[in-house]
């Protein structure tokens, strides 16, 4: 079946520490996307990307880092810079043509403090 | 500037009862309209999404939802509520000029409890 798949679902990072976040889709969608939730909040984007080897700076870029080398795959990476970190990161795609595309999610890591 | 407000943090409806979650938004040009739905440790399942055409949306697991342009709102409805309904939903708005889904603005979400 399509779908994104991330990993891991869980996720300790330990002071001072970098962690990276694994998002895959094989939906053949170009644009990916990077969210944080947070109890009681919405989502807020982090980063984008709309094409291979591209990316945008979100809501929230500060602490984190992204790459796009392959359409299917955008790894996010909470640098030591990211002070809040705790949290639960969402990825997302979406079809670039077509009105109103929704976005796909996957079922999410949750990232915690050791 | 975009914004989107879901003014029930919790909806409680007992099982079989009409169900309604409320959305108002702000753009200020033509919005997309969505619905998404989270359970517990998942990511957001799309519902249902407004674009043009019928004020009345119809949607995944019986959902619909109604744009009203002159309230600027987009209530998400049920007619008979089902205890496996409960979740958090999320509305989102993004003003049609932008062509990028990165300009998406979720609410807060409501979480909705239905009892048996």
């Known amino acids: 079946d399509g779908g994104i798949t991330q990993s891991p679902k869980y996720l300790f990072r330990k002071e001072g520490q970098n962690v990276t976040l694994s998002c895959e889709q094989n939906?053949?969608?170009?644009?990916m996307y990077w969210y944080r939730q947070d109890p009681g909040q919405g989502l807020r984007l982090i980063y984008y990307?709309?094409?291979?080897?591209?990316?945008q700076k979100g809501d929230i870029a500060e602490g984190y880092s992204v790459s796009r080398e392959k359409k299917e795959s955008f790894p996010l990476t909470v640098t030591s810079a990211q002070k809040n970190p705790t949290a639960f990161y969402l990825c997302?795609?979406?079809?670039?043509?077509?009105?109103?595309?929704?976005?796909?999610f996957g079922d999410g890591t949750r990232l915690s403090i050791l | 500037a975009q914004s989107v407000a879901q003014p029930e943090d919790q909806v409680n409806v007992a099982e079989g009862n009409p169900l309604t979650v409320k959305c108002t938004y702000s753009?200020?040009?033509?919005?997309?309209l969505f619905w998404y739905v989270q359970y517990p440790n998942r990511g957001l399942q799309f519902l249902l999404k407004?674009?043009?055409?019928?004020?009345l949306v119809k949607g995944s697991y019986g959902f619909e939802a109604e744009f009203n342009k002159s309230q600027t709102s987009f209530h998400l409805k049920k007619p008979s509520a089902l205890v496996s309904d409960s979740a958090l939903y999320f509305c989102?708005?993004?003003?049609?000029?932008?062509?990028?889904?990165?300009?998406?603005?979720f609410g807060s979400g409501t979480r909705l409890s239905i009892r048996p």
């Open positions: 997302a795609s979406s079809m670039q043509t077509g009105e109103g595309q929704p976005q796909h």
């Open positions: 939906l053949n969608h170009d644009a």
């Open positions: 990307s709309q094409i291979v080897n591209d990316f």
């Open positions: 753009v200020s040009g033509n919005p997309y």
């Open positions: 407004y674009i043009t055409g019928d004020n």
């Open positions: 989102a708005v993004r003003d049609r000029r932008y062509s990028s889904a990165s300009k998406i603005i």
